[in-house]
């Protein structure tokens, strides 16, 4: 994986280095025409994208689901207040493409699986939001954590969502300067205790995820309407 961090969600993920690095020009120009499709475009890139690579983090990914995510060395940087308002705003975006990918489904799209094992959309959006609880967990004590989240289970799909970001970013807005500026190693519901978290980490990560994964419910989607015809 390549990780533009001052692009925050900007990465690509590949089947080798070079590959990785080859690819982010591409995605510096589309997340830049992301940013102006959601209206809030500044200068665009040069004609000519250079690439350094800044940093390099092995034995990380996230490729599979468990896997623990790089820590990167501006990771440790204190996250203002207003910082975190600009991570939420582009989080708006990105949720707004998921709800504009997945509003007005049927129930027949949302339950399909193209083999027997793989998740379906309803399943891929649980994800997402049952993600992005585990990502404030790794900032917060269990005991500091919503209670709507002990039975989120039985809401339905959207307001799942809802609900969780809301309760996420709520739990996000009230941490202390120290806390948005320390380096955590939560033991509980990992298997790597030894892993780094960040606030600046999580709300990279709350991006990358969503956006990652709606790319796979678009994929899901296409094949459902394959299948359907």
Not at 69 to 96: H, I, K, N
Not at 168 to 194: G, K
Not at 204 to 227: D, K, M, P, V, Y
Request: proline share 7%; net charge negative; with cysteine.
């Amino acid at each position: 994986m390549a990780h533009v961090l001052d692009l925050p969600g900007c990465c690509v993920r590949a089947t080798s280095r070079d590959e990785a690095i080859r690819r982010l020009p591409e995605a510096i120009r589309e997340y830049h025409a992301w940013l102006e499709n959601h209206g809030a475009g500044g200068d665009l890139p040069a004609a000519e994208i250079e690439i350094v690579v800044a940093e390099e983090i092995h034995g990380t990914g996230p490729f599979d689901p468990g896997d623990a995510a790089g820590f990167f060395t501006p990771d440790r940087m204190l996250v203002t207040t207003a910082e975190m308002e600009d991570y939420f705003r582009l989080m708006t975006y990105s949720r707004s493409d998921l709800l504009s990918v997945i509003n007005d489904l049927p129930a027949s799209a949302l339950d399909w699986q193209p083999e027997a094992k793989s998740f379906s959309i309803r399943r891929t959006l649980r994800h997402i939001g049952n993600a992005e609880e585990w990502y404030v967990s790794r900032l917060l004590p269990p005991e500091k954590l919503p209670h709507e989240w002990n039975d989120d289970d039985q809401l339905p799909i959207l307001d799942f969502l809802d609900m969780e970001r809301r309760t996420a970013l709520d739990c996000l807005r009230q941490l202390t300067e120290i806390e948005r500026s320390q380096v955590f190693y939560p033991t509980c519901w990992t298997e790597h205790p030894e892993e780094p978290w960040s606030l600046r980490k999580v709300l990279r990560r709350f991006l990358e995820h969503e956006c990652e994964h709606t790319n796979q419910i678009c994929s899901l989607l296409a094949g459902w309407q394959i299948q359907e015809r």
